[in-house]
C-alpha cells in the first residue's frame, strides 16, 4: 500500500463535501484546527451548495473534488461531513493524477466509499473526525488526526473489558469503515477484499435487523472467512422493532463469526463516537486482545 506523503506546516488543505450539505459557518471550528496546525485550508466550491439534502448536485461534487485530486499543491482532502452521496459520484471520480500526486483522504461513515475504492487501487487513507463534529470530539481524537496527518504513530491502547471480545493476537492490513457503506459497496469495483486483513467496521442509527442483514451479507459473500482480526468499533444509537430482534448489535457481529477463531474486539473507541480516534487504512497493523486492553500497533 502507498502512503501518501505527511503533511508539514504550510500545507494546503481542501475541505470538500462530497454527500450531504453544509454551509461555511459549520467550518469554522475546522478552519480553526488547520490553521492552528501551520496548515492552509482550501474551501471547495461545494461548501454552501444545495441540491436536495447534497452539497451541489452530482456532477458539482463530482467537479469539486476532482480538482483537488489533481491539484499537486492540495496534500489532504477532508471531507466535510458524511450522510449519503458519495457512492453516486465516485465512479465520475479519475484518479489518474492522484497516483502521480498522492495525498490523504481524510472523513469516516460516508467517505468509507473512498476509503474502499482507494484501498482498491493500492493507497493509505483516514478514517478520522470532519469538520462539522469538531465540537463535540474529544481531544484525544483531534490529536490523533493530527498526529496521523503529520507522520507520527498514535498510541491506540483501551481498556477494553467487553464480555464478547474474544482475546489473541493478528496481524494484517487493517481496513474497512462504516457497516452499511461495505455492504452497499459488495459486488462493485469498490468492494474490499478483506482476506488476511484487520476488518475494523462500526454504524450509526440503524435497526439491529439491518444489522443483521448486512453482517450476513459480507459473510455470503465471504468476507468474513478469512479475516485475521475483526475490530468492531461504535454500534451507536441502534434502534429495535416493537417485537424485540432479541440480540444487539455486537451479539449480532459475534453470532456471524462465531465458527471462525480470529480475535474480535468490541467497544473499539472509533466511528460516530465523541472519541472517534483516527485510523490509518490499509496500513500493517498488529491486533493485540487481552481481558483487559485492546491494542493496535502500526507496524
Same mark, same amino acid.
Given at each position: 500500500?502507498?502512503?501518501?506523503?505527511?503533511?508539514? /506546516?504550510?500545507?494546503?488543505?481542501?475541505?470538500?463535501?462530497?454527500?450531504?450539505?453544509?454551509?461555511?459557518?459549520?467550518?469554522?471550528?475546522?478552519?480553526?484546527?488547520?490553521?492552528?496546525?501551520?496548515?492552509?485550508?482550501?474551501?471547495?466550491?461545494?461548501?454552501?451548495?444545495?441540491?436536495?439534502?447534497?452539497?451541489?448536485?452530482?456532477?458539482?461534487?463530482?467537479?469539486?473534488?476532482?480538482? *483537488?485530486?489533481?491539484?499537486?499543491?492540495?496534500?489532504?482532502?477532508?471531507?466535510?461531513?458524511?450522510?449519503?452521496?458519495?457512492?453516486?459520484?465516485?465512479?465520475?471520480?479519475?484518479?489518474?493524477?492522484?497516483?502521480?500526486?498522492?495525498?490523504?483522504?481524510?472523513?469516516?461513515?460516508?467517505?468509507?466509499?473512498?476509503?474502499?475504492?482507494?484501498?482498491?487501487?493500492?493507497?493509505?487513507?483516514?478514517?478520522?473526525?470532519? /469538520?462539522?463534529?469538531?465540537?463535540?470530539?474529544?481531544?484525544?481524537?483531534?490529536?490523533?488526526?493530527?498526529?496521523?496527518?503529520?507522520?507520527?504513530?498514535?498510541?491506540?491502547?483501551?481498556?477494553?473489558?467487553?464480555?464478547?471480545?474474544?482475546?489473541?493476537?493478528?496481524?494484517?492490513?487493517?481496513?474497512?469503515?462504516?457497516?452499511?457503506?461495505?455492504?452497499?459497496?459488495?459486488?462493485?469495483?469498490?468492494?474490499?477484499?478483506?482476506?488476511?486483513?484487520?476488518?475494523?467496521?462500526?454504524?450509526?442509527?440503524?435497526?439491529?435487523?439491518?444489522?443483521?442483514?448486512?453482517?450476513?451479507?459480507?459473510?455470503?459473500?465471504? *468476507?468474513?472467512?478469512?479475516?485475521?482480526?475483526?475490530?468492531?468499533?461504535?454500534?451507536?444509537?441502534?434502534?429495535?422493532?416493537?417485537?424485540?430482534?432479541?440480540?444487539?448489535?455486537?451479539?449480532?457481529?459475534?453470532?456471524?463469526?462465531?465458527?471462525?477463531?480470529?480475535?474480535?474486539?468490541?467497544?473499539?473507541?472509533?466511528?460516530?463516537?465523541?472519541?472517534?480516534?483516527?485510523?490509518?487504512?490499509?496500513?500493517?497493523?498488529?491486533?493485540?486482545?487481552?481481558?483487559?486492553?485492546?491494542?493496535?500497533?502500526?507496524?
Amino acid at each position: 500500500m502507498i502512503t501518501p506523503p505527511f503533511l508539514k /506546516p504550510g500545507d494546503k488543505v481542501a475541505i470538500v463535501a462530497t454527500a450531504r450539505k453544509i454551509y461555511l459557518k459549520d467550518l469554522d471550528d475546522g478552519i480553526a484546527l488547520l490553521k492552528s496546525w501551520g496548515l492552509v485550508p482550501v474551501i471547495g466550491k461545494t461548501i454552501g451548495l444545495s441540491d436536495n439534502q447534497y452539497a451541489g448536485t452530482d456532477a458539482q461534487r463530482a467537479q469539486d473534488i476532482q480538482q *483537488m485530486l489533481n491539484d499537486p499543491e492540495i496534500k489532504a482532502i477532508w471531507c466535510a461531513k458524511g450522510g449519503y452521496g458519495t457512492v453516486r459520484i465516485i465512479d465520475q471520480l479519475d484518479f489518474y493524477k492522484f497516483v502521480k500526486y498522492p495525498k490523504w483522504i481524510v472523513g469516516y461513515s460516508d467517505v468509507t466509499v473512498l476509503h474502499s475504492h482507494l484501498h482498491k487501487i493500492g493507497f493509505k487513507t483516514l478514517h478520522a473526525i470532519m /469538520p462539522l463534529s469538531l465540537r463535540d470530539n474529544t481531544a484525544f481524537a483531534k490529536a490523533s488526526l493530527k498526529q496521523s496527518l503529520f507522520g507520527e504513530k498514535p498510541n491506540l491502547s483501551y481498556n477494553t473489558q467487553h464480555s464478547l471480545n474474544r482475546t489473541g493476537k493478528a496481524k494484517g492490513e487493517l481496513v474497512g469503515g462504516n457497516l452499511s457503506i461495505l455492504y452497499s459497496l459488495c459486488g462493485s469495483s469498490s468492494g474490499l477484499d478483506t482476506e488476511g486483513k484487520i476488518l475494523f467496521i462500526e454504524d450509526l442509527d440503524e435497526y439491529l435487523y439491518h444489522i443483521d442483514r448486512m453482517i450476513l451479507n459480507l459473510k455470503r459473500n465471504g *468476507m468474513l472467512d478469512h479475516l485475521n482480526g475483526l475490530v468492531v468499533g461504535g454500534m451507536t444509537k441502534m434502534h429495535d422493532n416493537r417485537i424485540p430482534f432479541g440480540k444487539t448489535a455486537q451479539e449480532i457481529v459475534i453470532d456471524a463469526v462465531q465458527e471462525c477463531t480470529f480475535p474480535v474486539a468490541f467497544d473499539f473507541p472509533a466511528g460516530h463516537l465523541d472519541n472517534n480516534s483516527a485510523l490509518i487504512l490499509g496500513s500493517e497493523v498488529t491486533l493485540e486482545i487481552s481481558d483487559t486492553k485492546t491494542i493496535v500497533t502500526y507496524v
